[in-house]
């Protein structure tokens, strides 16, 4: 499960504005770029271990009642058919925030009015519909600045002042993603859609290929040079001859399978000079009768060598995947308390709704896992499941792992008996169960469990922070069609719901938890959203359904949107008690930022809606500061 190498050590760390002008324009672009202060949000994940932890305190739990609305942006690129979402957490530098639009344009904004500064649009000239991105880069090393962004199929290098290409980086400014890959990648698929890392003058980048059943390409991790756009190494997360992994794969996958991909983002620890990568699984994402074995490295928290791409340890959370089980979020580095003394450790949330606290130097478990029989007689031919997978001890999963009669949605007459017909037609409802042709139940869903949102951890509290959903999914197992590429398919990617939409089991559907990582016990766990319309039934704090992350600050907050009740929140990070809440323009289905401009601090999410909570899409982003 796991394998290790060497080590080392970390430290801590209202104006509507709308665009619809092609590619860039520039409007500050003379102006002296401001010296950067520690009121930053510079990473994704607010610093380079995805902590998603700010050290601001000007918005406190004593006055957070009086956050007000201060400035809104609109990009004015939402579609409502196709409906569009915005995934994106901005970064936050001197001032200026950099963010990505529902049609993936990249676009800067002033910190402290929300006024446009420029607007760069990668897709100009591109037939492919949008997709997601869920953030850019920043990358400076005392001479030079850039902002780097990976959009579907190509890296993009922007200067940060003006938003055109930096021209002598690859060609012209992109490097094309689909090249240099050790593989012929004509007719697969390959997108990126989580902001690069940047590790001294190493770009690194993720993505792959979908996991569908279809020919798709895999996910290999790649190092390019920050100033021309050269490749300098690569991982091969499904590995070549004589790498390690080889054999938990039949012997020509390296040529022939896809996926195994990091669409989630990776997380970096510059004192040790590792990049840290979480990889979903492999494809077809349902049925892996022609991928036999373990599979490594699908479903993986990697350690690799920023420096080299050089693998250091790996640990595999779900052997042999068939349930769409991606690790879905930035692995976090935080350090905390374990065995009375302070260890450098990287906590994995997961689809499966477990934590993996796992040694940063060497990938072995802080908190206990075991390896548990799971069922694995498959009636889907030539499938030869792992008879054992990967438990987390402690802490407890925050989502439900079964499904059974007794948890089957009781919230009226009709949603019960239409969950119940639709249950009893089905088989599985424990963990990992075989995917069948008659339909098999599983929970937590593809959806989660956690999601991209991942995790925020407070140091001052060993506190870890994490929403979730109750969303079980259906997977039915057919015969493919020929010229498809697999000899199996499936009929979609059905959740288990009742007649109106609403999750098949009974509520909550939603929660936000915090786990004390020095014992791994819940030190509280909170209800999280409502839907609208049930709330004018009368059922309320049902949960909903979570789309987005939390943050956490030194004011002794918690940070939340994601909601189906399009709500942004400010919880007690000590309670989870809610002190704020306010309603936003679209859905807030990203993970917010803070940071300092003008003197104030400001909380910003994206307002994209739309996505899979069925309400409307939106092309905003609302910042909130004291009154």
């Known amino acids: 499960m796991y394998h290790f190498r060497r080590a080392l050590c970390y430290p801590r760390g209202v104006i509507d504005a709308c665009f619809s002008r092609r590619s860039f324009l520039s409007l500050a672009a003379a102006s002296a770029w401001p010296a950067p202060g520690g009121g930053d949000w510079r990473h994704y994940g607010g610093d380079p271990g995805a902590s998603r932890y700010s050290p601001l305190s000007r918005i406190r739990r004593d006055n957070v009642s009086r956050l007000k609305l201060a400035w809104t942006h609109s990009s004015g690129d939402a579609m409502q058919r196709p409906a569009t979402t915005i995934e994106c957490t901005p970064i ?73 290409l930096i021209k002598h980086f690859g060609d012209n400014g992109v490097v094309d993603l689909t090249q240099n890959f050790d593989r012929d990648m004509a007719g697969l698929e390959f997108r990126t859609t989580s902001p690069p890392v940047v590790f001294e003058d190493t770009v690194i980048v993720g993505g792959g290929g979908g996991e569908g059943p279809r020919p798709q390409g895999p996910g290999h991790i790649r190092g390019y040079d920050a100033y021309t756009g050269k490749r300098k190494w690569i991982f091969h997360t499904i590995p070549h001859p004589g ?96 065995g009375g003394r302070l260890r450098d450790a990287v906590a994995q949330v997961t689809k499966t709704a477990m934590l993996f606290l796992l040694d940063r130097d060497t990938g072995k478990p802080l908190l206990p896992v075991e390896e548990r029989p799971v069922p694995h007689e498959s009636e889907i031919p030539d499938e030869q499941l792992s008879p054992t997978q990967p ?13 059974n009669e007794d948890l089957v949605t009781d919230i009226s007459p009709e949603a019960r008996a239409f969950a119940m017909k639709r249950f009893k037609e089905l088989e599985g409802g424990v963990p990992f169960p075989p995917p069948s042709r008659r339909g098999t139940i599983f929970s937590p869903g593809t959806l989660g469990g956690a999601l991209w949102g991942g995790c925020s951890f407070d140091p001052s509290s060993g506190l870890l922070f994490v929403n979730s959903s109750e969303l079980p999914s259906i997977i039915t197992i057919v ?34 938890t915090a786990i004390d990582l020095a014992t791994g016990d819940f030190a509280w ?64 289905y990203a993970t917010p930022c803070t940071y300092e401009a003008g003197g104030k601090q400001y909380v910003v999410i994206a307002c994209g809606g739309g996505n899979r909570q069925r309400t409307k899409s939106g092309d905003v982003y609302a910042a909130f500061s004291l009154g």
């Not at 997380?267 to 049925?287: E, M, N, Q, Y």
């Not at 438990?391 to 499904?403: E, T």
């Not at 493919?480 to 939409?501: I, L, N, Q």
């Not at 949107?561 to 989870?576: F, N, P, Q, Y």
């Open 391 to 403: 438990f987390a001890v402690k802490p407890p999963p925050f989502s439900r792992q079964i499904v």
């Open 479 to 512: 015969d493919a069609k020929p010229g498809d590429g697999f000899r199996f398919s499936h009929t979609g990617y059905e959740k288990f719901v009742d007649h109106e939409g609403y999750p098949g089991t009974r509520p909550p559907w939603g929660h936000v």
């Open 92 to 164: 936050a530098v001197g001032g200026t925030l950099f963010l990505t639009t529902p049609r993936l344009m990249i676009q800067a904004v002033d910190g402290a009015s929300g006024k446009p500064l420029w607007s760069f649009n990668p897709l100009e000239r591109s037939r492919r519909a949008p997709g997601v991105n869920r953030g850019v880069t920043w990358f400076e090393d005392g001479k030079d600045r850039r902002v780097f962004a990976g959009i579907q199929d190509k890296l993009y290098c922007l200067n940060p002042k003006t938003g055109e």
């Open 525 to 588: 766990r909170e209800v999280l959203g409502e839907y609208p319309a049930l709330v004018a039934r009368g059922l309320k704090k049902t949960g909903s359904y979570q789309l987005g992350g939390t943050i956490a600050t030194a004011g002794g907050l918690i940070f939340v949107a994601a909601t189906a009740d399009e709500k942004i929140r400010a919880l007690d990070s000590s309670s989870g008690k809610v002190l704020w809440e306010h309603g936003l323009p679209a859905g807030g």
């Open 243 to 338: 790498e390690f992994g080889y054999d938990t794969w039949p012997r020509d996958s390296w040529q022939r399978n896809g996926a195994a991909n990091n669409w989630a983002g990776m997380s970096l620890d510059p004192r040790r000079g590792w990049v840290f990568v979480s990889t979903g699984s492999a494809s077809f994402d349902f049925w892996g009768g022609d991928r036999k074995g373990n599979n490594l490295f699908s479903d993986c928290v990697l350690a690799i060598d920023a420096r080299t791409g050089k693998r250091q340890w790996h640990f595999q959370t779900v052997h042999h995947d068939v349930w769409d089980y991606d690790l879905p979020a930035q692995p976090a580095l935080v350090t905390c308390r374990q």
